[in-house]
């Protein structure tokens, strides 16, 4: 295994490297270090190749961002090439990728800001740079309106949403999670990220993401879904569901605390499905679809990806 690849494999596995996007751009850097300081024969780098792309899919198997890095990586890839040729076709795809994230944020951001209103008051959940480039963009506009911030427990991934707009400027209040129902009604739209959409337009994302469009939903309240077209997630076109990766529960609470209450089970799912019913619209790079549309993203996207497996699994 990679000794540099294993650290930032372990990072994201940690959450110290966290956030959808982040990861598949991560996913793809460790790619592109891997291929320029792999030493050995031909045989041996297609072999470390698939082991530690293997490795990084298994770190965080709901986020199919970083398995969608790797696919957009080694897609018809030719093996045959020599060494030096597919060393260096892979570092140029790993880098292709990461610029496609970044400008997929920024693209998002403005076709969202349109649907920002003056006066609005806007709801969002968790840490998403999607959601936050559609926010930033939309005041960077001019126009004025006011965030509610869920802090998105166990992680408080929502606190640094917090501090990122305020220090853009941008008129900010945090709420606890279960205040959700409580502001919903004064909200104009609520704007979420995703960590995975699903062929039928499902959207999985940071638990709490489900009970906040139920909540938008009963209130009238547009949901909007900002996600990158590498969001969408290949195998679900044939039916798998995706997987749903429950963490630790020492994020939850201490042990010294879990001793005092007794023999208790702690649960600790990270994230949660939300039916593509309660979602209004998704906002991707390449523009705006009904949750329902999802199933043709993912053909025209992942078409090439039906009946074939994974490099890392061939």
Known sequence: MDKNLLEIGEKIKNMEIRGAAKIGRETAGAVKLFCENFSGSKEDFIKELKENAKFLVDTRPTAVSLSNSLRYIFKNID????????????????????????????????????????????????????????????????????????????????????????????????????????????????????????????????????????????????????????????????????????????EVISKEKKKEIGNVKVRNPSFDVTPPEFIDLIITEKGIISPQASIIVLNTEYGWYLNKKDFWEI
């Open 79 to 250: 093996i045959t090439m020599d060494l030096e040729c597919l060393r260096t076709e892979l570092i140029k795809r790993s880098e292709e990728f990461i610029e496609l994230s970044l400008s997929a944020i920024k693209k998002i951001g403005e076709i969202g800001a349109n649907r920002v209103r003056d006066g609005d008051k806007i709801m969002t959940h968790c840490n998403s740079s999607c959601a936050i480039s559609v926010i930033e963009t939309a005041f960077r506009k001019g126009k004025d309106f006011e965030v509610f911030v869920r802090e998105t427990r166990p992680r408080y991934q929502g606190l640094l949403t917090a501090k990122e707009l305020c220090r853009e400027g941008i008129k900010t209040n945090l709420i606890v999670d279960s205040a959700a129902r409580y502001f919903m009604a004064d909200m104009n739209i609520a704007i979420i990220g995703a960590d995975a959409v699903a062929a039928n337009g499902a959207v999985v994302n940071k638990i709490g993401t489900s009970e906040l469009a139920l909540i938008a939903k009963e209130a009238r309240v547009d949901v909007i879904v900002a996600a990158e077209t590498y969001k969408f997630h290949p195998e679900t076109i044939a039916g798998k569901l995706i997987e749903i990766e429950e963490r630790d529960w020492k």
